[in-house]
């Protein structure tokens, strides 16, 4: 059973930088995507990133280059790292997995996270 479970996330002042993580278990470690997801009020939830087994990364394009996804070692953990934060980057942010390469198609993942709540003032 895949499991997934979000650190608390927090708030932060516009430009500011902040680390997500996710506890991660009960996947295949042979093929998988885990992404990170992310909704704000009244808004559809969108793709932030994701990373597969072979390490390949894709970014939403409104975070590439300030957004980096990474896993530890022990692929037990998936963070999320977000400089340069603006307002539009308050959300929920999910973690999720699913099966196969990397993508951010977000009805191929099946497992979600509880979600942790990013604030970002200006």
């Known amino acids: 059973q895949v499991r997934l479970v979000e650190s608390e996330g927090g708030s932060v002042q516009s430009g500011g930088s902040l680390r997500l993580s996710c506890q991660t278990s009960?996947?295949?470690?042979?093929?998988?995507?885990l992404g990170w997801f992310r909704q704000a009020p009244g808004k559809e939830r969108e793709g932030v990133a994701a990373?597969?087994?072979?390490?390949?990364?894709e970014y939403g394009d409104s975070v590439k280059g300030r957004f980096t996804i990474s896993q530890d070692n022990a692929k037990t953990t998936l963070y999320l790292d977000m400089d340069s934060l603006e307002p539009e980057d308050t959300a929920i942010y999910y973690c999720?997995?699913?099966?196969?390469?990397?993508?951010?198609?977000?009805?191929?993942?099946?497992?979600w996270g509880q979600g942790t709540q990013v604030t970002v003032s200006s």
């Open positions: 990373i597969d087994n072979d390490g390949r990364t």
């Open positions: 999720a997995h699913a099966m196969g390469p990397v993508t951010l198609v977000e009805d191929l993942f099946g497992y």
């Open positions: 009960g996947y295949r470690l042979d093929t998988y995507s």
